[in-house]
């Protein structure tokens, strides 16, 4: 029940070229306390709840529980979620040992990509692809959580 991942922006679109798999995600929150989130979505054909704890100091580590649940019942749980929901697409990339997750934006967040990769522990070599620019781990405006109140196209200079 542990997550570890690295954060990163995405500098060009040739991560579509070998994406092996793209799937709709909507999703919404409960609950966005920096110490707990509760996040509903829907993912293709999914639903899932899930439940992220506050991360470690580099941020690249926290407690995360997720259950599978029907559609029909994100559905009902994303009526009721906090304003502000989150329409990207998610692309799956291998690159070397990894699986890169890069999430193409749209709506209010519509011009931020963000990659993830999910490691096995912290000190985990990874090897970056061209693709990839400035890591963004443990900034806490690149969370969906936040991105979902504080959108992308709201940022100035300063965020």
């Not at 502000?84 to 890069?102: L, S």
């Not at 070599?125 to 990839?132: F, G, L, N, T």
């Amino acid at each position: 029940m542990k997550e570890i991942e690295r954060k990163f922006l995405v500098t060009s679109e040739a991560f579509k070229e070998l994406a092996f798999k793209k799937t709709r995600i909507v999703q919404g929150f409960l609950n966005t306390h920096p110490e707990r989130t509760v996040r509903v979505r829907i993912k293709g054909t999914e639903g899932f709840i899930t439940v992220k704890g506050i991360g470690n100091e580099t941020g690249a580590s926290r407690f995360e529980w997720e259950k599978q649940i029907t559609v029909s019942e994100a559905e009902a749980l994303l009526e009721i979620c906090e304003p502000g929901t989150i329409d990207k697409i998610r692309y799956e990339v291998k690159a070397t040992n990894h699986i890169f997750e890069v999430d193409e934006f749209f709506g209010e967040n519509q011009g931020l990509t963000v990659a993830e990769v999910e490691l096995h522990e912290e000190q985990e070599k990874v090897k970056i692809p061209c693709w990839i620019g400035k890591e963004v781990t443990g900034e806490t405006k690149y969370y969906n959580s936040q991105l979902s109140k504080q959108p992308f196209k709201t940022w100035n200079d300063e965020n």
